[in-house]
């Protein structure tokens, strides 16, 4: 089967302007997440979609970041506008069970100058 | 590479050494644990999990074991290869909660 796609792999913007990333899960997987990591901390959860619904956005820093999942099939992640600390690389999973089975995709880098 | 900066912990080996990579988390309520190896330019791949009801577990060269008294979990791979070098990441989680990632441990083999 197909993995978890993203795109782009690679971004660079600059600070202020608009960024959106774009998630394709594997076929199936109702579930699909967004984690981040930034430089020098950890791999951080962002949020959780079951479907087309937000199950947990407890992790998003601020309203700068709007996620979407229409029709539960790709995510898209917006970030408007970027600063300078969102710089690092997010990455996306799916899982067909909540919680067990996570697929990572490659992870798109952002980088904001 | 995404890993400057991180300041991660390096274990070097040489090739055919056994190699053991340790991860401490903090939840005493996480009940699912997993090993996940990220080689440069990839995302996390899934190495191998366990259930809190187990303290080892075993797959293709690799051994996982959890000790939730001291709530620390290790990965052991054995004859480890060229081709195991990477960052490794223990994650933990609650109750289908998502995923908490440790810090990273990065292995370099020599050949």
Known sequence: EAGVTQFPSHSVIEKGQTVTLRCDPISGHDNLYWYRRVMGKEIKFLLHFVKESKQDESGMPNNRFLAERTGGTYSTLKVQPAELEDSGVYFCASSRDRGYGYTFGSGTRLTVV | ?111
């Open chain 2, 1 to 111: 590479g995404e890993n400057v900066g991180l300041h991660l912990p390096t274990l070097s080996v040489q090739e055919g050494d056994n190699s053991i990579i340790n991860c401490a988390y903090s939840n005493s309520a996480s009940d699912y644990f997993i090993w996940y190896k990220q080689e440069s330019g990839k995302g996390p791949q899934f190495i191998i999990d366990i259930r809190s009801n187990m303290d080892k577990r075993q797959g293709q060269r690799v051994t996982v074991l959890l000790n939730k008294t001291v709530k620390h979990l290790s990965l052991q791979i054995a004859a480890t290869q060229p081709g195991d070098s990477a960052v490794y990441f223990c994650a933990d989680s609650s109750g289908y909660s998502t995923l908490t990632f440790g810090k990273g441990t990065m292995l370099l083999v020599s050949p």
